[in-house]
């Protein structure tokens, strides 16, 4: 089992729609969790941390299952500006840090 | 705009050439890595400096030589590259110890192109 799997879509939604990415880890001793958003051409840049149950930042939430050993990221009402890469990070320890391969979202007017 | 500065942004190099790529960061973080990215994959961790010293070399062959010169400072020395080292080469920093794992800030990357 890789050490972090996405479903690289794309996901191709309207505005204005809710959509979920899911991110499945294998290392059970994780406590910490990622999402970044890399748009075409550009750096990866931190969108949310995810320590515990989850976290919510306006339109985003963030939910860990670590019985199930898995992160998700829900968008609400989708804007054309979300369209991106989202990329799932998982540290294994010491500074070692695995990305997933990347869901692309696509928001379409 | 982001505190991670990384030159050259382009670079065209001949298989035969060195060259050197460069970041720094003024947020006085403690780790600084080296990530290189393919087109459509993830980016691959490279190299770890955690306080200046390498902490993780993940298996990079040694035509890639990284070097930490102080805290803010962190190159990526380039010798004798394949045209398959072609990529976009990310550098980020994080706080270090203490402070969590994953939030790393990337600079804007340099991207390579080996002929």
């Known amino acids: 089992r890789k050490e972090v799997e996405q479903d690289p879509g794309p996901f191709n939604v309207p505005e204005g729609a809710t959509v979920a990415f899911n991110c499945t880890y294998s290392?059970?001793?994780?406590?910490?969790f990622f999402w970044y958003r890399q748009d075409c051409r550009k750096e990866p840049k931190l969108l949310m941390s995810?320590?515990?149950s989850g976290n919510e930042d306006g339109r985003f939430t963030a939910q860990l299952n670590r019985a199930s050993q898995y992160i998700s990221l829900l968008i609400r009402d989708s804007k054309l500006s979300d369209s991106a890469t989202y990329l799932c990070?998982?540290?294994?320890?010491?500074?070692?840090?695995?990305f997933g391969a990347g869901t692309i979202l696509r928001v379409k007017s | 705009d982001t505190e991670v500065t990384q030159t050259p942004k382009h670079l065209v190099m001949g298989m035969t050439n060195k060259k050197s790529l460069k970041c720094e960061q003024h947020?006085?973080?403690?780790?600084m890595y080296w990530y290189k990215q393919k087109a459509k994959k993830p980016p691959e961790l490279m190299f770890v400096?955690?306080?200046?010293?390498?902490?993780i070399n993940e298996s990079v062959p040694s035509r890639f030589s990284p070097e930490c010169p102080n805290s803010s400072l962190l190159n990526l020395h380039l010798h004798a590259l394949q045209p398959e080292d072609s990529a976009l080469y990310l550098c980020?920093?994080?706080?270090?110890?203490?402070?969590?794992?994953?939030?790393?800030?990337f600079g804007e990357g340099s991207r390579l192109t080996v002929l």
């Open positions: 400096y955690s306080y200046e010293k390498l902490s």
């Open positions: 990070v998982v540290p294994l320890g010491g500074n070692k840090l695995v």
């Open positions: 290392n059970s001793a994780s406590q910490s």
């Open positions: 947020m006085g973080h403690r780790a």
């Open positions: 995810v320590y515990s």
């Open positions: 980020a920093s994080s706080q270090g110890q203490g402070a969590p794992a994953g939030e790393l800030f």
